[in-house]
């Protein structure tokens, strides 16, 4: 078993920065071998793809309506994944989860075995 929580999430003007935290904690895998995705659902809508992170970091993935504005990035030594947002817009508005399964990136929900229990971003105009 894998548990994922969420932080960092909040109240932002649009062009503002957040970053949020996803850790994780279990004994079903090392963290080492977990890729960590991040996705968001706003009220109404299906649950999106935003980013995502190999098991050791070196591949990272955006959806397009966050390119060049998210980062993500892990500490494994922290078994932690953050998400840094800058320029941050009032369509990201949403709650923030995180996700995780063994092996490859996906962009996928279904493909994600874990998930945190998500944090809200709001995004004001």
């Known amino acids: 078993q894998v548990q994922l929580v969420e932080s960092g999430g909040g109240l932002v003007q649009a062009g503002g920065s957040l970053r949020l935290s996803c850790a994780a904690s279990?004994?079903?895998?090392?963290?080492?071998?977990?890729?960590v995705g991040w996705f968001r659902q706003a009220p109404g809508s299906e649950r999106e793809f935003v980013s995502v992170?190999?098991?050791?970091?070196?591949?990272?993935q955006n959806a397009e309506s966050v390119k060049d504005r998210f980062t993500i990035s892990r500490d494994n030594a922290k078994s932690t994944v953050y998400l840094q947002m800058n320029g941050l817009k009032p369509e990201d508005t949403a709650v923030y989860y995180c996700?995780?399964?063994?092996?490859?990136?996906?962009?996928?929900?279904?493909?994600?075995?874990?998930w945190g229990q998500g944090t809200q971003v709001t995004v004001s105009s």
């Open positions: 279990g004994r079903a895998f090392p963290f080492e071998n977990i890729a």
């Open positions: 992170i190999s098991y050791n970091g070196a591949r990272t």
């Open positions: 996700a995780a399964r063994v092996g490859f990136t996906s962009t996928t929900a279904s493909a994600y075995n874990y």
